[in-house]
């Protein structure tokens, strides 16, 4: 059966520190698999997906970025954290057909001080 | 743009009575969509979605096109629905989901 890791489940950076937010996926070949943010007060925003290696695309405009080195790796960075980073990140993937059935990873807290 | 709009953060209900969670959308196209639920200190997975027809733990939400509208019912609220609620849509393909920003359901006993 498909499983979603995410690590780590929560972390405190201070503000200018680096961030690398990890996501792998088994029991699947070649899944979409994306980044949401939730930040306080505000709905599950998507953040970058990716159709396969090396394929990213951006939905806002962000102080980070997203990789995939691997075919069931997705990686969420950023070179300085602001405050405003802060959030719930959530990893998810799916494949084309059912369209729109994400599986949700178990998210990582993240809190900029 | 699409856009979700959820107008309540919460709802609350005694048990036994009919829940009705409110979901309206806009988006330049025939969107797909969907309910997903996270039940506390589980993650979130999906609970219906409008072209299965189906209905998912008594569970039903017609899509509207005219009032471009998907609530989510049903009849007989039950406390193990007490969880966050949340209405997404999608353009179709690989496309990521544009979700409200959810509502609190608690089924008081």
């Known amino acids: 059966s498909q499983t979603i890791h995410q690590w780590p489940a929560t972390l405190v950076q201070p503000v200018g520190s680096p961030l690398s937010l990890e996501c792998t996926v088994e029991g699947t070949s070649n899944p979409n698999l994306y980044w949401y943010r939730q930040a306080a007060g505000r709905g599950l925003q998507l953040l970058f997906y990716s159709v396969g290696i090396g394929q990213i695309s951006s939905e806002v405009p962000q102080n980070l970025s997203a990789s995939r080195p691997q075919d069931r790796q997705f990686i969420l960075s950023s070179k300085k954290l602001l405050l405003s980073d802060s959030g719930f990140y959530l990893c998810?993937?799916?494949?084309?057909?059912?369209?729109?059935?994400?599986?949700f990873g178990p998210g990582t807290r993240l809190t900029v001080t | 743009a699409q856009r979700v709009t959820q107008p309540e953060k919460l709802l609350s209900v005694f048990k036994g009575a009919p829940v009705e969670l409110k979901c309206n959308y806009s988006?330049?196209?025939?969107?797909?969509l969907f309910w997903y639920v996270q039940y506390s200190r589980q993650r979130l997975q999906l609970l219906l979605r409008?072209?299965s027809r189906e209905s998912i733990k008594g569970f039903t939400a017609d899509l509207n096109k005219g009032e471009t509208s998907f609530h989510l019912k049903k009849p007989f609220a039950q406390e193990e629905d007490s969880a966050m609620y949340y209405c997404?849509?999608?353009?179709?393909?690989?496309?990521?989901?544009?979700f409200g920003k959810g509502t609190h359901l608690i089924i008081q006993p």
């Open positions: 998810a993937w799916s494949v084309l057909e059912p369209a729109g059935e994400q599986y």
């Open positions: 409008h072209i």
């Open positions: 997404a849509i999608s353009g179709g393909g690989a496309d990521g989901l544009t």
């Open positions: 988006y330049s196209g025939s969107p797909e």
